[in-house]
Nanobody
């Protein structure tokens, strides 16, 4: 069973940056499509962006365009979510999700999920 593991969450002030990481042992991430989702308190899970195994990037949330980017490091078998210019409304649990089929901004389109990492943006 592929189990992604997220790391890098924490507390940051508005305007700050964080980089989240997603990795999984025993699997070659380059063979999969990797997405980032988030769930804010009291809200449903939202698809943010995804990087395909061909390294194409898809954005699903207009609110993060121009601020968040996704990238792969094949040598480290890791996918990153770089988050800049963070806002209080970015506060959420961030999830890494993996698909063997294609990128998707919907939960049902992804096959494997991490347990999430909390990001809090507050002054």
């Amino acid at each position: 069973q592929l189990q992604p593991v997220e790391s890098g969450g924490g507390s940051v002030q508005p305007g700050g940056s964080l980089r989240l990481s997603c990795s999984a042992s025993g699997f070659t991430f380059d063979d999969y499509h990797i997405g980032w989702f988030r769930q804010a308190p009291g809200k449903g899970r939202e698809g943010l962006l995804c990087i395909s195994k061909f390294r194409d990037t898809s954005y699903y949330a207009d609110s993060v365009k121009g601020r968040f980017t996704i990238s792969r490091d094949s040598a480290k078998n890791t996918v990153y979510l770089q988050m800049n210019s963070l806002k209080p409304e970015d506060t959420a649990v961030y999830y890494c999700a993996v698909s063997g089929w294609s990128c998707s901004g919907y939960e049902v389109g992804m096959d494997y999920w991490g347990k999430g990492t909390l990001v809090t943006v507050s002054s």
